[in-house]
T-cell receptor, first 114, second 115 residues
């Protein structure tokens, strides 16, 4: 069974530019998560989708971050405009459906903002 | 307060030694789940184990074992006969109903296995 796919794996941009990340969850997984992980820290949840609806986006900086999951499968996370402090690894995870289910993570996208 | 404490920031051992990673959690919930994830240098978080609060049986999987003790609110992880490939950051996490079962993460323990 294929795992969670993410692209790109690495991205370097200048501050104030825009960037988008893509995630394809494990087939059949209804719940999808985006996390931000700053070096040396644990992951921080940005947004949680159940199918194509948002369950929790309370920690998403909505002035610059947006995310969508239009057909309940793939998802994109966008940053516009990027700031230096957005340099981090962006992890996507998925779980089968219930909030108690185990989350499985993708390889992440390492973003460097210069 | 609900939190997870991994007091060991970094551990370094020589290959083939046994090593234990500590995890202490805080919650007043009676129903909760505990997890361990491994994050190798490649960056991907790899799921290792999940335990619910009603199952205090210890678990063994090959060289890995986990000791869950509700009396001390601990969920420790032991690697027996460590190998260089075990080098990674290990995270302990807690999920509970009060937080909509979102993962509450420890700060991680960086494990270095020297050849």
């Amino acid at each position: 069974e294929a795992g969670v796919a993410q692209s790109p794996r690495y991205k370097i941009i200048e501050k104030r530019q825009s960037v988008a990340f893509w995630c394809n969850p494990i087939s059949g997984h209804a719940t999808l998560y985006w996390y931000q992980q700053i070096l040396g820290q644990g992951p921080k949840l940005l947004i949680q989708f159940q199918n194509n609806g948002v369950v929790d986006d309370s920690q998403l900086p909505k002035d610059r971050f947006s995310a969508e999951r239009l057909k309940g499968v793939d998802s994109t996370l966008k940053i516009q405009p990027a700031k230096l402090e957005d340099s981090a690894v962006y992890l996507c995870a998925s779980s089968f459906g219930r909030t108690t289910d185990t989350q499985y993570f993708g390889p992440g996208t390492r973003l460097t903002v210069l | 307060a609900q939190k997870v404490t991994q007091a060991q920031t970094e551990i370094s051992v020589v290959e083939k030694e046994d090593v234990t990673l500590d995890c202490v959690y805080e919650t007043r919930d009676t129903t909760y789940y505990l997890f361990w994830y491994k994050q190798p240098p490649s960056g991907e978080l790899v799921f290792l184990i999940r335990r619910n609060s009603f199952d205090e049986q210890n678990e063994i999987s090959g060289r890995y074992s986990w000791n869950f003790q509700k009396s001390t609110s601990s969920f420790n992880f032991t690697i027996t006969a460590s190998q260089v490939v075990d080098s990674a950051v290990y995270f302990c996490a807690l999920s509970l109903m009060d937080s909509n079962y979102q993962l509450i993460w420890g700060a991680g323990t960086k494990l270095i296995i020297k050849p």
